[in-house]
């Protein structure tokens, strides 16, 4: 199994919304990451998980909120989002260590802000 | 800061020809990955090919080919026999010991395949 799934795939939310992104993986990955993506433009790292502990926190606002409940979990807890925010949110994974390996990505979540 | 530069906003290529994507990187680390991804119209972000810098030969995966060149901090994607499936924005990325988890990325490159 070399997938990473995340969802939902789409969501549309309002500014005064609580909604929250989940992704999942069981390739035994111990680096977990949260990206940002506009289109056409290449992904934002947002944060980065090691070992459920967060690492990397890019200078993301608060109104992002990751969270890392076990090995398998990431997700992402959004609340009083803008317009702005409106992209597509890619989680990924891979082997903690070792910087060579591949990152897998998840198909992504689609966001829209109203 | 360790940076990724395609200049290639957008290629055609006919199917069945050839095309080469460039990407140009500026780091001062001796010991760092190279890759490719490809991201269709689909979303998802998949891995073409990984070139490790202190491997001298160029990395190979069926269609796909590299053209590293550590001195120039050069790393060009070749894709022989284009087929219409290769239609995708391709990223190149760095990734480096000191920097750990982070993969750094291009501006992307469009690749449109004619038929």
């Known amino acids: 199994d070399t997938e990473v799934t995340q969802t939902p795939k789409h969501l549309v939310m309002g500014m005064t919304n609580k909604k929250s992104l989940k992704c999942e993986q069981h390739?035994?990955?111990?680096?977990m990451y949260w990206y940002k993506q506009k289109a056409k433009k290449p992904p934002e790292l947002m944060f980065v998980y090691s070992y459920e502990k967060l690492s990397i926190n890019e200078s993301v606002p608060s109104r992002f909120s990751p969270e890392c409940p076990n090995s398998s979990l990431l997700n992402l807890h959004l609340h009083a989002l803008q317009p702005e925010d409106s992209a597509l949110y890619l989680c990924a994974s891979s082997q903690e260590g070792s910087f060579g390996t591949e990152a897998f990505f998840g198909q992504g979540t689609r966001l829209t802000v109203v | 800061a360790q940076t990724v530069t395609q200049s290639q906003p957008e290629m055609s290529v006919q199917e069945a020809e050839t095309v080469t994507l460039s990407c140009t990187y500026d780091?001062?680390?001796?010991?760092?990955?190279l890759f490719w991804y490809k991201q269709p119209p689909s979303r998802q972000m998949i891995l073409v090919i990984r070139?490790?810098?202190?491997?001298?030969q160029n990395a190979t995966e069926n269609r796909f080919s590299v053209n590293f060149q550590k001195a120039a901090k050069s790393f060009s994607l070749k894709i022989s026999d284009s087929q219409l499936g290769d239609a995708a924005m391709y990223f190149c990325?760095?990734?480096?010991?000191?920097?750990?988890?982070?993969?750094?990325f291009g501006a992307g490159t469009i690749l449109r395949v004619k038929s």
């Open positions: 390739m035994g990955h111990r680096a």
């Open positions: 780091t001062s680390e001796s010991d760092y990955y």
């Open positions: 990325a760095y990734r480096s010991k000191e920097y750990g988890n982070k993969l750094v």
């Open positions: 070139q490790e810098a202190y491997k001298q």
